[in-house]
């Protein structure tokens, strides 16, 4: 096909996930192109909330080959720092990050797999996908969702109180996303907060940060490896990490979680006992789903909209490998911390691979 261009390696997705294999892909002396949809660095990070802080410390933060620089004021760097470190990163290790152009489509094409971009078509041995799911945000099909004529919001379209200064704000969400948003409006005094949570909170103990949850999610698989019974891994401890904000909001009593809601009406929420809380919006903060659309054309997918994997490489086709959805593709490595592992360990599996 006219105009196709050749490399060893795509990786779809620029974000940290896809920073980390490009970076190990270079040190295996491999041919490589980062495609990327957004028009600048930082992956997600670049959309998050404005009052945003990572779990641990910088020194724990890390990509591969990079410390974290501290950030002055706060041991928990915030997202803005986050994209100014991946952005750099970038820089850095000089990785051919191609922003603005978005993957639509892999398919098979005899020997290789041809990568369709709004830019152009790419033809690969093989590719990684590194896509995440920020862009996937996921809404529960709640009765009377379509009735409710205040704003509906999710995750991803939070930014700060400010938005919601003098409004009734139902948060919906027991995770990290909803405690935070929750303590967010909670302690800025201008918003009236309800938090409703599908079973009672659980808040980590205060001196659990990212570090831990990384050593803990790597001892479980581990585990799993080895045939070991299942340690239960993170959700044993707990479901919310106590960032500052949420400890302040907790130690104030102000994070008072109410059980999920029966239903939305047209000016608020009603429970299953018929109590009724009027809402100005109703921000949804119920997790994503991985952002696989553009693999459609292999027909990999399996349960829960996973594609089925050993390690990062995929079961039904050997040359696309999965990296920085969650545990199914390495132990936390849905975070800065845990995605340099099996980023190192794809691309030693795709350098070995393209060898033979």
């Not at 974290?68 to 970038?90: F, I, K, S």
């Not at 939070?158 to 969400?173: C, H």
């Not at 027991?174 to 009672?200: F, K």
């Not at 960032?243 to 047209?266: E, N, W, Y």
Request: hydrophobic share 40%; with cysteine.
């Amino acid at each position: 096909m006219t105009g196709e261009k050749h490399t060893q390696v795509v990786i779809v997705g620029g974000g940290q996930a896809g920073l980390a294999v490009g970076y190990h892909l270079r040190r295996q002396g491999l041919d490589f192109v980062i495609l990327d949809a957004d028009p600048a660095p930082g992956g997600a990070w670049q959309h998050m909330w404005d009052s945003l802080h990572l779990f641990s410390p910088a020194e724990h933060s890390s990509l591969p080959g990079r410390l974290m620089p501290a950030q002055t004021g706060t041991p928990y760097p915030d997202a803005g720092h986050v994209v100014d470190y991946l952005t750099d990163y970038e820089k850095r290790y000089d990785l051919p990050v191609q922003h603005g152009s978005r993957v639509e489509a892999v398919r098979r094409d005899a020997d290789q797999l041809l990568v369709e971009a709004d830019s152009g078509t790419w033809r690969a041995r093989a590719v990684i996908s590194a896509t995440g799911t920020w862009s996937r945000p996921f809404l529960p099909a709640v009765p009377g969702r379509g009735l409710f004529i205040g704003r509906q919001l999710h995750t991803v379209d939070y930014r700060s109180p400010g938005d919601f200064a003098g409004q009734r704000v139902v948060v919906v969400g027991g995770g990290n996303s909803g405690a935070q948003i929750a303590a967010d409006l909670a302690l800025d005094g201008h918003v009236e907060v309800t938090w409703v949570t599908q079973r009672p909170p659980r808040i980590l103990p205060d001196d659990i940060d990212g570090r831990a949850l990384f050593d803990v999610a790597t001892a479980r698989r581990r585990a799993l490896d080895a045939g070991r019974s299942d340690t239960g891994g993170i959700a044993s401890l707990g479901d919310i990490v106590a960032v500052p904000p949420v400890r302040a909001a907790r130690d104030a009593g102000l994070l008072d979680a109410k059980p999920m809601f029966t239903r939305l009406t047209a000016d608020g929420v009603q429970w299953s006992n018929g109590t009724h809380a009027e809402a100005d919006a109703v921000i949804w903060c119920t997790g994503f789903r991985p952002a696989l659309a553009h693999l459609a054309p292999l027909g990999l997918r399996g349960p829960r909209g996973h594609i089925p994997t050993v390690g990062t490489r995929a079961v039904g086709e050997p040359r696309l490998h999965l990296l920085g959805y969650g545990d199914w593709t390495g132990p936390a490595s849905a975070t800065l911390i845990g995605v340099g592992r099996p980023a190192r360990d794809a691309a030693r599996d795709i350098a070995q691979s393209l060898s033979g």
